[in-house]
T-cell receptor, first 112, second 113 residues
């Protein structure tokens, strides 16, 4: 089977930097994705790492180490609107297609 | 239509009743998915379809069925609802080669009493 672990809650202040970690145990791993979900809303795609290293998209960056089965999402210059749940998801091959398995999510609270 | 739509937005259902949740996308994505989201458990895959005419079971398929008659529509049916199926249901779609980038609908909040 597979498992993903990420912290359940993280709190930070506006303007700060926060890192949300994700560790995984799985077979058939293709890559690690991150999704954001505001309360009552739909998950939205943030980033995807297939290779080791850092991917940067504006204030958000995502990192993957395949050898350590570990990744993180880095949010810089935090804003109040970043308060949301963040899910890591591993991309696995099932049959002939890749699918996602999601972690339980990290609730980020940004304080003024 | 822009993206993915789901209907109904919310529903209260008596146990034992049959219910179909609707999902329609206009992005011409071949792959579609149904997830349920429960507090503390994240998103769990119920069923998926990689292309019209094919479907497959996900992590938690029991009690649910799907069909994929065309590219745009992917309905999820609960044949006889039970209280444990109370959840928020999300439909999603992606290009089959880009399953890591999925686009989600707004969700259906289902309560089974």
């Amino acid at each position: 089977g597979q498992s993903l672990e990420q912290p359940s809650e993280v709190t930070a202040v506006e303007g700060a930097i926060v890192q949300i970690n994700c560790t995984y145990q799985t077979s058939g791993f293709y890559g690690l994705s991150w999704y954001q979900q505001h309360d009552g809303g739909a998950p939205t795609f943030l980033s995807y790492n297939a290779l080791d290293g850092l991917e940067e998209t504006g204030r958000f960056s995502s990192f993957l180490s395949r050898s350590d089965s570990y990744g993180y999402l880095l949010l810089q210059e935090l804003q109040m609107k970043d308060s949301a749940s963040y899910f890591c998801a591993v991309s696995l091959l099932r049959g002939s297609a890749r699918q996602l398995t999601f972690g339980s999510g990290t609730q980020l609270t940004v304080l003024p | 239509i822009a993206g993915i739509t789901q209907a109904p937005t919310s529903q209260i259902l008596a146990a034992g009743r049959r219910m179909t949740l609707r999902c329609t996308q206009d992005m011409r994505h071949n792959a579609m998915y149904w997830y349920r989201q429960d507090l503390g458990l994240g998103l769990r895959l119920i069923h998926y379809s990689n292309t019209a005419g094919t479907t497959g079971k996900g992590e938690v398929p029991d009690g649910y069925s799907v069909s994929r008659a065309n590219t745009d529509d992917f309905p999820l049916t609960l044949a006889s609802a039970v209280p444990s199926q109370t959840s928020v249901y999300f439909c999603a779609s992606s290009d089959p080669g880009q399953a890591d980038t999925q686009y989600f609908g707004p969700g259906t909040r289902l309560t089974v009493l």
